[in-house]
C-alpha cells in the first residue's frame, strides 16, 4: 500500500427537519470524516466518516477527537488498521475501514456488485419517524403513496392505544402478504408488560419487533424471545459487546430471532461481519442498518450490504435527512436504494473544499486502470451487462473481439488520428470501455470528465466526437452555454436510453450529425446508427457492414456478428426491411394481453406523446376479465378526478379501444432505472399498489 498521510475533518449535519428518536429529538449532528492522501499524488484519496451517536454509541466519549487522532497517527505509521485495539471504538473503526477501502479501489463503488454497477437496487424499508400521532400518519401515508412494501414505525413515545391504531390503519388497506410491517420499541417496554403488548401487536401480522425491553436484561429478554408471538430483533442489546466469546454468550443465551447490524454501532465491517457468522451458527436472521450518517457512511454500509446479497428490506434509507449532505449518487426509487453512477459525486462547491479535490481526479485514476487492464498480456475482459437479453450477469469477451467493434464505429463516422473525443461515461459500462477502445484503436485525444449531469459544464476544448445518455443531453440542454457547446460537438452519439419526442425535437436542427446508436454490452456497444436530426434523420437503424440481422418466430431481433461466436436473439421486437435497416416497436417481456389482443407497451407510450406533456408510462395489472388491464401512470402531483377524466377523453380519441388505458395514476415520479430507462417492474409494482384503491374502467 502506498505511504499516505491522513486529515481529520469535523463536520456539523444539520438535519431538514427534527429527527424524533428513543434518545430525544436531533436538530444536527457532529461527525468526523477522516480523509487519507498518497504522499506521491495528492489526488490518490480515501474518505471515511466516524459518526458516533451522542448518547448511544458506546465510544460517545468527551475527548472522541484525541482517540481518534492517535489511531490515525498509528494507522499512518503502520501502513494497517489495528482491528483489535479498535474494538472498543466502532465508529472509528468503521471510517478508517471506509477510508482504507475507498484508498484501495479509488472509486464511492467499494466492492464490485451489481449495486455498485447501478443495475441493481437494495430493498429498504420506510421509516416512521417519532412523533404524535397525526405526524406519523401523514408519514405513513407518503410512504405508502411512494410504494414501500416494507413500514417500520417506532413506537413508544405516544400512547399505546394510538400506536396500536395507526398500525390497524395500515392494514385495513393492506394485508401481510402485500405490506410488511416491523416495529422498533426502542427498549420502551418494561418487562412485566411486554408480553401482554407483543400479544395485541401480533393479531396485526408484525414481522418482528426490534429491542422491546431496554438492553442489558438478558434473561427478560430472553424469555420474551422465547415466548412472543412476534420474533424479536436486537439492536442495541449489540452495543458494548466487542469481543467473539461475549457475542456468542449474548447469542445463546437470548437466542433471538433476528440481530441488526449497524456497523458503526457494532464493530464496523469486520466486527459486524463476526456478528453475522455467529448469527447463523445459532439460525438467526439478520438485515443492515445505518445509524444517521452522511452519505459517507451511508454508501458504505449499502456497498458493504450488497456483498451479502440479503433479500431481507433493509435500513439505509436515511441519507437524505441532511440540508448538508455530501453529493454521493445516492438515491431511494420507490422501495429501494440505488447507487447511480452516472450522478455527480462530490461535485459541489461544497463538497470539493470541504474535502480539498479535484473533480475530475477519480475518474482520471480508473481510466488509467483500465488502460493498464486493456493494456496487459490477458486477451480477455470481463463485462457486467445491463439485461438487455435476459438477467444482467457477467461475460467474459476477447479484447480483439472489442477492437473490431470500435473499428467499426470509427470508420462509419469517418474519425481520424488526433481527433478529439470526449469520455463522460462511467467505465463500470460497456460504453465508457468502448469509447476508451476506439481512442486507443484510432489514436484520439481524449478529453475526461467526470460522469455527470452536466458533462460540457467546463468543457473548453473544441470536441469533434462524443457519446452521452439521454440524460445528459435533456440537461445540457437547460443551460444555454452547454447548448452551444453541444452544438460545436462535429458527431454526438446518444445511447443506453430511450430518447422521447421531446427530446429529439429540441435536437432537430442542430447543425452537428447526431445518431441514436443501438447495442448493449452482448454486442459490445452499438452495432447500428440511426440519425435524429437533419434532413437524413430516419426512425430506422441501419446496421454496420458485415452484420446480419434475422427476425425469431416472435419477431425479436437476432443478430449475427462478424466477431461474435454465435447469432445473438434479442429481447427486441423489431421490423426489418429488405435492405437491412431496421426499427424496435418494444420488447417481448413489455407486450400486454388484454382481452385477448396483445399491445406493445413502448408503441402505445410513443402514440400518447401526441396527448401528455408530462413524464408518465404504460404498465399493467391482473384483471379477471380482461388477463391484464392497461394502466397507464402519469406525473401529475394533483390527483383531482376532473384532471384525469379530460386526459382520459383526450386519449380515447387519439388512441383505439383496445388500446385505451383501463385506469391513469397520477404519480409524484416515474420510475427509472440508473441508465434512465423506464424501471417496469417498478412501474408494475406501482400500479399494483395504487389499483387497490382505484377502479378499472
Given amino acids: 500500500m502506498k505511504p499516505f498521510t491522513v486529515e481529520i475533518i469535523p463536520h456539523i449535519l444539520r438535519f431538514k427537519q427534527p429527527a424524533g428518536t428513543s434518545r430525544g429529538t436531533y436538530t444536527e449532528r457532529k461527525v468526523w470524516y477522516v480523509k487519507f492522501t498518497a504522499k506521491d499524488d495528492p489526488t490518490h484519496i480515501g474518505i471515511g466518516e466516524c459518526a458516533p451517536l451522542p448518547d448511544l454509541s458506546c465510544d460517545d466519549l468527551p475527548d472522541y477527537e484525541a482517540i481518534l487522532s492517535d489511531f490515525c497517527r498509528q494507522t499512518v505509521a503502520n501502513g494497517v488498521i489495528d482491528t483489535e485495539a479498535l474494538r472498543v471504538y466502532p465508529s472509528i473503526l468503521f471510517g478508517l475501514e471506509t477510508a482504507f477501502r475507498h484508498f484501495q479501489t479509488q472509486s464511492f463503488a467499494l466492492w464490485d456488485t451489481p449495486f455498485s454497477q447501478g443495475s441493481h437496487g437494495i430493498p429498504i424499508n420506510g421509516l416512521i419517524w417519532m412523533g404524535d400521532s397525526s405526524k406519523m400518519l401523514s408519514q405513513i401515508e407518503d410512504k405508502l403513496v411512494a410504494g414501500f412494501r416494507c413500514i417500520k414505525l417506532k413506537i413508544g413515545t405516544i400512547r399505546f392505544e394510538e400506536e396500536l391504531e395507526l398500525l390497524y390503519y395500515i ?101 459486524s461481519e463476526e456478528w453475522i457468522r455467529e448469527a447463523e451458527q445459532v439460525r438467526a436472521g439478520w438485515w443492515i442498518t445505518s445509524a444517521l450518517e452522511s452519505n459517507i457512511g451511508l454508501n458504505a454500509i449499502a456497498q458493504w450490504c450488497a456483498t451479502h446479497e440479503n433479500p431481507l428490506p433493509q435500513g439505509l434509507g436515511t441519507g437524505a435527512l441532511f440540508v448538508n449532505n455530501i453529493s454521493l449518487p445516492l438515491e431511494v426509487r420507490r422501495d429501494s436504494l440505488w447507487f447511480a453512477p452516472l450522478q455527480p459525486i462530490l461535485n459541489t462547491d461544497s463538497d470539493r473544499q470541504l474535502f480539498a479535490i479535484d473533480r475530475h481526479a477519480a475518474f482520471r485514476r480508473e481510466l488509467n486502470h483500465f488502460i493498464a487492464e486493456w493494456s496487459n498480456d490477458t486477451p480477455t475482459l470481463t463485462l457486467q451487462t445491463s439485461g438487455s437479453t435476459g438477467q444482467p450477469k457477467q461475460i467474459t469477451v476477447r479484447k480483439e473481439q472489442m477492437r473490431q467493434s470500435a473499428r467499426q464505429t470509427n470508420d462509419f463516422l469517418g474519425l481520424q488520428p488526433g481527433d478529439t473525443a470526449l469520455l463522460c461515461m462511467p467505465l463500470q459500462y460497456i460504453a ?103 434532413e437524413d434523420r430516419s426512425e430506422y437503424y441501419t446496421p454496420f457492414p458485415g452484420i446480419k440481422l434475422t427476425l425469431s418466430t416472435d419477431h425479436a431481433l437476432v443478430i449475427d456478428l462478424p466477431y461474435i461466436d454465435q447469432p445473438l436473439e434479442t429481447n427486441d421486437i423489431a421490423e426489418l426491411l429488405p435492405d437491412g435497416r431496421f426499427r424496435i416497436l418494444g420488447r417481448k417481456d413489455n407486450v400486454i394481453n388484454t382481452g385477448g389482443i396483445k399491445v406493445q407497451a413502448e408503441e402505445l407510450e410513443a402514440a400518447l406523446h401526441l396527448v401528455i406533456d408530462t413524464p408518465y408510462a404504460i404498465t399493467s395489472v391482473s384483471d379477471p376479465r380482461l388477463g391484464e388491464a392497461i394502466v397507464l401512470l402519469v406525473e401529475n402531483e394533483k390527483t383531482n378526478s376532473p384532471s384525469m377524466d379530460m386526459l382520459y377523453a383526450q386519449i380515447c380519441r387519439q388512441i383505439p379501444t383496445h388500446q385505451q388505458p383501463k385506469m391513469i395514476i397520477p404519480v409524484a415520479n416515474i420510475p427509472l432505472t440508473a441508465t434512465g430507462k423506464i424501471d417496469r417492474k417498478a412501474c408494475k409494482n406501482l400500479a399494483f399498489i395504487h389499483s387497490k384503491s382505484s377502479s378499472i374502467r
Fill in 432 to 534: 465508457g470501455k468502448m469509447m476508451v477502445v476506439r481512442a486507443l484503436e484510432r489514436n484520439l485525444r481524449l478529453i475526461v470528465r467526470q460522469p455527470s449531469g452536466h458533462p460540457l459544464a467546463d468543457v473548453d476544448t473544441p470536441v469533434r466526437f462524443a457519446a452521452m445518455v439521454p440524460m445528459q443531453v435533456y440537461n445540457t440542454l437547460q443551460q444555454p452555454d452547454e447548448v452551444e457547446r453541444l452544438k460545436a460537438i462535429d458527431i454526438l452519439i446518444i445511447g443506453g436510453g430511450f430518447i422521447n419526442d421531446e427530446l429529439k425535437n429540441r435536437l432537430r436542427d442542430f447543425p452537428n450529425k447526431i445518431y441514436a446508436t443501438y447495442g448493449m454490452t452482448e454486442t459490445l456497444s452499438h452495432i447500428a446508427l440511426r440519425r435524429i436530426n437533419g
Fill in 171 to 271: 392494514r385495513r388497506h393492506f394485508g401481510a402478504n402485500e405490506l410488511e410491517l416491523r416495529v422498533d420499541a426502542n427498549g420502551a417496554f418494561s418487562p412485566n408488560e411486554a408480553i401482554d403488548k407483543l400479544n395485541r401487536l401480533a393479531e396485526l401480522n408484525i414481522h418482528s419487533i426490534e429491542q422491546p425491553i431496554r438492553a442489558g436484561q438478558w434473561e427478560e429478554m430472553a424469555r420474551l424471545a422465547a415466548t412472543s408471538p412476534i420474533p424479536i430483533a436486537l439492536d442495541e442489546e449489540l452495543i458494548g459487546i466487542h469481543n467473539q466469546t461475549e457475542k456468542q454468550r449474548l447469542l445463546a443465551t437470548i437466542q433471538p430471532q433476528y440481530i441488526i447490524l449497524k456497523p458503526s454501532l457494532h464493530g464496523g465491517f469486520c466486527g
